[in-house]
Structures are given as C-alpha cells and as structure tokens.
C-alpha cells in the first residue's frame, strides 16, 4: 500500500487562523530545541476541537485547541486531554505522544497543546480516490476496531494514574439527564422525535455493569491506520471526551457512529465513515463480538444505541447552535439540523422494532 494516502492537511479555515508570531515566541521559550518560522496547516474534516499541522524546521508538530466561540468548556478541556494523553502513552500504545501544555491565554486565545504526528491512513465519508477498500479488508478491519475498543475498556486506569478521572458510580443517569439538559440548552427547531426519544430513554435507565477507561469518540475516522496493511491500528486519536464509565456506553456510541447498508438511504448518504461498504460487521455483529471478547452481556443494547444516537444528536445540534449564532463560518454545519432530525428518526425506529439492525424492513 502506498503512502500517497497518509492523512494530510490543507490550508487554515477563514477565521480559524493562528497567530503565528505569538506561537514562534512562546515556543521558543518553552521548547529549547523547538526555534525558528512555523508554518500552519490545517486538518479540516473534524467536527470538534480544532487540529493544525505546525513545520517547523524539519518536524512536524499537531496542536489542537478549542473551537473559536465554544462555550462548552468540560467538553474542550485542552488540560484534561493533554493529561490522558500523558498517562495513556505509558499502558496504551497507539496514542501520540504528547508534548506541550499551554494554558496561558495570550498566546492563542484559548488553552492548547502539541503531540507527536501520528502518520497513517484516516477513513472517511469517502476513500480516497484509488484507494481500494476490499470487502476482505473491511471485514478484518472492523474486526479488529471492536477488539481494539475491548483492548481499551480492559486497560488498567488505575495503574496508569487516571483512577480520579471520572466518576463511575451513576454513570449512566448522569448521561441521560445530562445529555437531556444540554441538548434544551441548544435547541434551535422543534423536533418532536427527539422529545420521544429522552422520555424513552428517561424511563428506561439502567444500572451500570462495571467502569472501564471509555473514549465516547471511538470510530473510524478516530483511527490512524497502517497505509501498509489498512486493517492493522497504529492510533486511537480525539480523547477529549474520554472518561471512567460504563463500557457498554461507549460501545454504544460506536454503534451510533455505525450506519448499516439496511439503514435510511439518507442517513448512507451522510455517513461520516465508511461502515456501509461490503464486508463491514454491522451493528449486531459488532455487538456480539464485544460479548464474546470481553465477556460482558450485551442482551440491553437497545437502550445503549438509542441513548449513542441522541447524544451524537446532542452534540451535532450544539455545534449547529453555535454556527447559527455565527460562531462558526464553516459551511459544513448548516447541514447538521437535517443529520438531528434523522438521527432522531433512527432512534425512534429502532425503539418501535426493539433491535439496533434492519431498521428500515417491516
């Protein structure tokens, strides 16, 4: 496989620019051996915080930040994910390493921090042109994506200094009623599916089954991918939402991320990864293989892929929010009003035939 499809950057976003001159001087007092011109790009496709790749010299560096105008700071703590990464790297080896914390808000206007450049192949919407994606390849590939995620729901957090990270005893009723509250301090349109969705979700709460390490942003285009052998993970990227919580949750919002050949032709039309091409596990496989590689009983996985697609719901409508109030020039968002409505759509069908496959057939 060439490296031709390494993941690259493009050219910074009208007004999501970085002020160069303030970085070079901060660097240089901060990183010895880290002197001279920076020049940026930017990786564009993501949704959340804001990724840039800095050359400087001959290395090559990535700084994330927050979103310009984001109000949501316990989800774009720069300090908190700069820490995981830290004690990540010693238990856990595919995440970057990480290099540099700044909290002084001078220098960027928001916290930040530079990690190592992972470099390998990012699946999207869309494989890059050429670039085959077998229906053999896709299977192993999504084989080994749910058994990386029991590999880190197995990891010993403790062991790696982040025992007080999260707080896993009411884990998921505070996700319920929380996800819940943020999306009423978002909302933009009345979207009545949606109202059924939390009142389902409010009523069918259930009690934790253990507390693992959970990412809560694990899909394919968090991966970086051997641009040798395309099933083979060299990373795990995006660990801001990271926390100690019930690992059924996170397998949860992996299948919200999941869209099936069987699900609405809409939907496939917006799927942000390419879960839908031949070969690829859908929902219920990937349920099963969970169980049966990390032993733990999915039978209520209902309940966790209609709370995953609310929340991805929550989240797409609070970066909607904050495009409508001109936050946000990216273009992209103004879409994501349609993506709530059938996000909402998929949950209420799944709730009406009780299973998270073959949503669309009578």
Known sequence: MSTKWIDQPTIVRQGEELDTAKLETYLSQHVPDLGGPIAVEQ???????????????????????PPFGARIKTAHDMGREYRILSHLAGVYPRVPRPL??????????????????????ILRASAPEGLELSPSLMRRLSKNFIDNLVEIHGL???????????????????????????????????????????????????????ASLI???????????????????????????ATIGDPLMDLGTTLGYWVDPGDLEELKLLAFNPTVLPGNLNRRQLAQRYAEQSGRDTSNILFYY????????????????????????????AALIYVIRLLAQMAVLAIEKGRIDDLTSG
């Open 215 to 241: 990412h809560n942003d694990y899909k394919y285009d968090n991966l970086v991918l051997d641009p040798h052998d395309l099933s083979r993970i060299v990373g795990v990227l995006d660990w801001e939402m």
């Open 306 to 333: 209609v709370y995953a697609l609310f929340k991805v719901a929550v989240i797409a409508q609070q970066i909607y929010a904050r495009y409508r109030a001109g936050f946000s020039k990216d273009e992209r968002f």
């Open 43 to 65: 990786f564009r496709s993501g949704y959340s915080n804001l990724t840039y790749l800095l050359h400087v010299g001959e290395r090559e560096l990535v700084l994330r930040r």
């Open 156 to 210: 010993d957090y403790k062991a790696a200094g982040l025992g007080d990270l999260g707080r896993p005893a009411g884990y998921v009723r505070r996700q319920i009623e929380g996800w819940t509250k943020r999306y009423h301090n978002a909302r933009t349109d009345d979207i009545p599916d949606i109202e059924r969705v939390t009142a389902w979700l409010a009523e069918h709460i259930l009690p934790e089954v253990g």
């Open 100 to 121: 540099l914390y700044c909290k002084d808000e001078s220098v960027l206007g928001a916290p930040f921090y530079l990690m190592e450049r992972l470099k390998g192949v």
